[in-house]
């Protein structure tokens, strides 16, 4: 490794709504750990606005440096400017390596960003290890939806991956503190041509952080059943804290429920205790959301549906009938 | 005023929800097959399609639909034709198998070019097969043009255009001048039903097909995937116990007894 190339391992802190994103504990323990191999400091990445507390509390997590770039002009996600910011930085910092989470700001930032740092880029990825070779970035991802893992490697003086939620644990805090760096960034606001009109929150769902799911497919049929679904909701918060209603996407596709509730490649990825899947087939994309779930269970009036082969408990029947006796029993047991 | 003309970019992928059973791995040629279904335009490009139609409907917009890779199925992407689509332009070369997003970005953005005059260029968010969601954002920064990511509606007012694009938790409304690069979302919805009519139709219908040489691309700059090793994904599979019971109903009941078992042992 040459004394000039690219040094040390970046990751970009996920600040929503002034409160650090749990994905970037995750990614932390990714960080950390290429970190070691290289032998290089890892530094976190925070844009937006009054980031001192999530600053303060991140920097207990083990990373060498904070990079702690703030304005009032960050205070909300734009790509333009949040491309624009990184670009600048990256080309004077020059960063070895560079992780985001697989989250809305980094699926839109990173291939942005690999593009005009002329690098290249793997999205969602599940696995990254260090070439010993040359100090590249091994990357793993599914592809075919999650029928097929993939092994890359890319060109680029910057190592770029987005990394997948679920694929890493929760990193712990350490003995030492990072060194919270400021970063005042210089932005030319013309360069925002898109104009944000009103943001709109429909449904906040938290269902990555859910106990219980009960999911809800194309074959639930319509609105009447996730209001069946619903009625679910007070049995399992008998026993447990956080009791969600989620969904696959046809029943998002067909306005059964709002699109925030998506499980899956292109939705939320979740582990809870329970996932109780109704009417949904399991196709990959769907099993790739919630197959670290632990335990599962399936209710599907097709015997042969492939639910059953990532279920632990298969109910075969239509859900009309067997979700009213089943609440009837829970209620007398 | 001139018609609108959009751009649609739509790739032929194999069928997304091929039962697992169907996918072959050949680790040494490094291929993915699936075997006996045919491919389909992505869904998410179909969903493109639908919003560019809806344009059309509303504004008269003249809608192109380019796609690259080698051994297009013409009959596959007709369809595009089938519903509406005014243009097909297919870049098909058998140099462009399986490149990597930046290297299809670069053959789209000379396409494009090629094609002339565009307002708004669509593309889906993501591709079925390697599903990396970057093709779209390279090419609106090698097209230098505004990008909007992740839109789930798309409106003209004007000459500007405004986009509900989805954020967590909800939706944001963004404006912006033409032209602009808009990935798609399936929430601007499923892309409508050809006719009998129509689809036969657009089989007599002129389309381009164009090669690299067409474009003046030079085949060796572009790269595709550098790909080390593919494998199998790690087994998920579960051992299933079937809930018994002679009617619904008392499998439901039996799912119940079963639960509270599970629960008490979890907690
Ligand atoms: C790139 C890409 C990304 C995608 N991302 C996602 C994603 O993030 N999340 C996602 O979910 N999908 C995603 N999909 C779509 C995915 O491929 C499947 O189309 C989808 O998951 C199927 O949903 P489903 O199981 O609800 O519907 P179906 O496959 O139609 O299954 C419906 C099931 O309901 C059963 N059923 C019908 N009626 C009843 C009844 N009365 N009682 C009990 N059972 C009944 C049927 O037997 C059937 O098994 C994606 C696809 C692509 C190409
Ligand atoms: N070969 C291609 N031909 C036409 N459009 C493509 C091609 N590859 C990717 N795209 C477009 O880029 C989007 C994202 O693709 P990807 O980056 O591969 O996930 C797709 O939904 C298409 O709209």
Redesign the pocket.
Known sequence: MSKKSNKDVWIYGEVTDGELDVKTLELLTMGKKLAIDLDEELAIVLMGDNLDPVAQDLAGFGPDKIYKVESPLLNRFNGEIWVDVLEKLFKELKPRVFLASQSFVGIEVAPRLAFRLDCEIITDCIDLKIDPDDGSLIKTKAIYGGNVVATFKQKGATQMATVREKANKLAERGAELGKIIDIKPDIDESIVKIQSLEVVREDVVALNKADVIISGGRGIGGIEGFEELATLVPLFKESFANVIIGASRPAIDSGWISSNRQIGLTGEMVAPDFYIAVGISGAIQHIAGMSKSKTVVAINKDEDSNIFNLADYGVVGDYREILPAFKKKWGGV | MNPIKIIV???QVPDPEAPANLVEIDSDTKMVKIKGLPPGI?S??QN?IEAALKIKEKTGAKVTV????SKLSQSILRKALAVGVDDLVLVDDSDFKDLD?RS?ADV?SKAIEKIGEYDLVF?????SD???????LILGEMLGIPIVNLVGGVTIEDRSVSVKRMIPGGYERVKGDMPVLL?ISNEVGEMRVPSLRTVLESRKRPIEVWQSDDLKIDTQELNPFEILALTSPPNMERECSFIEGDSPEERGENLAMTLKKAFLKNN
């Open positions: 970019c739509a790739k992505n998410y490009d493109a380019v796609s690259v890779g997003s299809t789209l593309t889906g968010r993501q591709a390697w599903d990396s969601g970057q093709t779209g990935t």
